[in-house]
């Protein structure tokens, strides 16, 4: 490996870690609770016992916590803000092994 491409990769390595030290948004998210991250995201909620739904039906967006089956179910494409709400969800619903 050439002296300049281990250069990048040290130097690649020192953002990441400062980055990381400053606090990142998602870092901020950690202290909300699923439903609020949603609710900033323009999602309604509901809870009928053995679903959690949110929702906005304006937009036909739906993301369904099936708590029996420990299964999700999307209907609209996600990015990673949404990612970490769903694992939030799934986080306060008990559904990870820790």
Same mark, same amino acid.
């Given at each position: 490996?050439s002296t300049?491409? @281990?250069?990048?990769?040290l130097?690649?390595e020192f953002s990441? %870690?400062? #980055?990381?030290?400053t606090?990142?948004k998602? &870092?901020? !998210?950690?202290?909300?609770?699923?439903?609020?991250?949603?609710?900033e995201?323009?999602?309604?909620?509901?809870?009928n016992g053995y679903? @959690?739904c949110?929702y906005?039906d304006?937009?036909d967006?739906y %993301?369904? #916590?099936f708590?029996e089956?420990q299964?999700? &179910?999307? !209907?609209f494409?996600?990015n990673?803000n949404?990612l970490q709400?769903?694992?939030?969800?799934?986080?306060e619903?008990?559904w990870?092994n820790e």
């Amino acid at each position: 490996m050439s002296t300049y491409r @281990k250069r990048l990769l040290l130097d690649a390595e020192f953002s990441i %870690i400062d #980055f990381c030290k400053t606090g990142t948004k998602e &870092e901020k !998210n950690m202290n909300k609770s699923a439903r609020e991250m949603f609710e900033e995201f323009g999602l309604n909620y509901s809870n009928n016992g053995y679903q @959690k739904c949110y929702y906005n039906d304006f937009e036909d967006k739906y %993301i369904w #916590f099936f708590t029996e089956t420990q299964t999700i &179910e999307i !209907n609209f494409d996600i990015n990673v803000n949404y990612l970490q709400a769903i694992n939030q969800q799934c986080k306060e619903l008990g559904w990870f092994n820790e």
